[in-house]
């Protein structure tokens, strides 16, 4: 269930301040071996390419910007793309050459083109889901995919299991499918876990239900971080709502503070 109210159960001057630490998350402007990987991106729609260009960049590639078929078929000849994402009318003029063999390719839909979808889920719909281009380019391009879009952040939270009173953590990381509590107390992969942890900026809370799937013992390795990573239990439709929306949001004020020149980005943007 979802609570409303920015007050809930957590002490006035922890939840305050968390908040000013919300956005220091480990920000990922470039892969930690330094080798970035080359995307071809293509539209004539400059403020989607100006939406999209600074999200793929974020997630750590380099990012090859054309606005017409002749652009791109000159960063074709010249670079090496692991992957195009091509507005699907550039796809209809011959002007543009695809390689062989075929690369992955991700068509961007165009209101002026009559190109029917290559085949199911290789269409990027606008308003563009940042949750499912995030997984189309993990599972295409990456050795081991993640499959959701997670958030590295710090927010207050508290969990409990079936008949113990409420510990609070700090939750480290969310997704829409689960989250890592940093914690000192000793778990087991396959407990049952109830948490709550506040949407801060929306005046909502949540309390969700899952199953420990991991634990982290402290080591030098990690700074002698100790926790363990929960998957939720299924969403309903409310849950899924507000989670999704919170995370897109704190991840595009994310983007903004790592990519120069960007501004505010706000979800609005996606809408376009």
Same mark, same amino acid.
């Given at each position: 269930?979802?609570?409303?109210?920015?007050?809930?159960?957590?002490?006035?001057?922890?939840?305050?301040?968390?908040?000013?630490?919300?956005?220091?998350?480990?920000?990922?402007?470039?892969?930690?071996?330094?080798?970035?990987?080359?995307?071809?991106?293509?539209?004539?729609?400059?403020?989607?390419?100006?939406?999209?260009?600074?999200?793929?960049?974020?997630?750590?590639?380099?990012? +090859?910007? /054309?606005? =017409?078929?002749?652009? @791109?078929?000159?960063? #074709?000849?010249?670079?090496?793309?692991? *992957?195009? %994402?091509? !507005?699907?009318?550039?796809?209809?003029?011959?002007?543009?050459?695809?390689?062989?063999?075929?690369?992955?390719?991700?068509?961007?839909?165009?209101?002026?083109?009559?190109?029917?979808?290559?085949?199911?889920?290789?269409?990027?719909?606008?308003?563009?889901?940042?949750?499912?281009?995030?997984?189309?380019?993990?599972?295409?391009?990456?050795?081991?995919?993640?499959?959701?879009?997670?958030?590295?952040?710090?927010?207050?939270?508290?969990?409990?299991?079936?008949?113990?009173?409420?510990?609070?953590?700090?939750?480290?990381?969310?997704?829409?499918?689960?989250?890592?509590?940093?914690?000192?107390?000793? +778990?087991? /992969?396959? =407990?049952?876990?109830? @948490?709550?942890?506040? #949407?801060?900026?929306?005046?909502?809370? *949540?309390? %969700?239900? !899952?199953?420990?799937?991991?634990?982290?013992?402290?080591?030098?390795?990690?700074?002698?971080?100790?926790?363990?990573?929960?998957?939720?239990?299924?969403?309903?439709?409310?849950?899924?709502?507000?989670?999704?929306?919170?995370?897109?949001?704190?991840?595009?004020?994310?983007?903004?503070?790592?990519?120069?020149?960007?501004?505010?980005?706000?979800?609005?943007?996606?809408?376009?």
């Amino acid at each position: 269930a979802s609570r409303h109210g920015s007050a809930g159960p957590f002490p006035a001057s922890r939840t305050q301040s968390a908040a000013g630490h919300t956005l220091a998350h480990r920000r990922i402007c470039q892969p930690a071996d330094g080798k970035m990987k080359n995307l071809l991106l293509a539209d004539d729609r400059l403020d989607l390419l100006n939406t999209l260009e600074p999200i793929l960049k974020h997630w750590g590639y380099r990012v +090859l910007t /054309a606005s =017409d078929a002749t652009q @791109a078929q000159a960063f #074709l000849a010249s670079s090496s793309p692991v *992957m195009l %994402l091509i !507005g699907s009318n550039l796809l209809e003029n011959p002007a543009l050459l695809l390689p062989s063999p075929p690369l992955p390719l991700l068509a961007i839909a165009h209101p002026r083109s009559g190109r029917a979808e290559p085949s199911p889920g290789l269409t990027l719909t606008v308003p563009v889901d940042i949750f499912a281009l995030f997984s189309f380019i993990q599972s295409m391009v990456e050795h081991h995919p993640r499959r959701n879009l997670r958030l590295q952040l710090r927010l207050p939270g508290m969990y409990c299991t079936k008949g113990t009173e409420f510990v609070l953590a700090d939750v480290m990381s969310l997704s829409v499918s689960g989250l890592f509590f940093r914690s000192p107390l000793r +778990l087991a /992969a396959g =407990d049952r876990v109830t @948490a709550v942890f506040p #949407l801060l900026g929306h005046g909502l809370e *949540m309390e %969700l239900e !899952g199953t420990v799937l991991y634990v982290i013992e402290p080591s030098p390795a990690n700074n002698y971080a100790q926790g363990f990573g929960m998957g939720f239990d299924a969403l309903n439709q409310e849950q899924r709502t507000l989670l999704t929306r919170f995370i897109e949001e704190k991840f595009l004020s994310e983007v903004s503070g790592c990519q120069a020149g960007v501004g505010n980005f706000s979800s609005s943007q996606l809408r376009r």
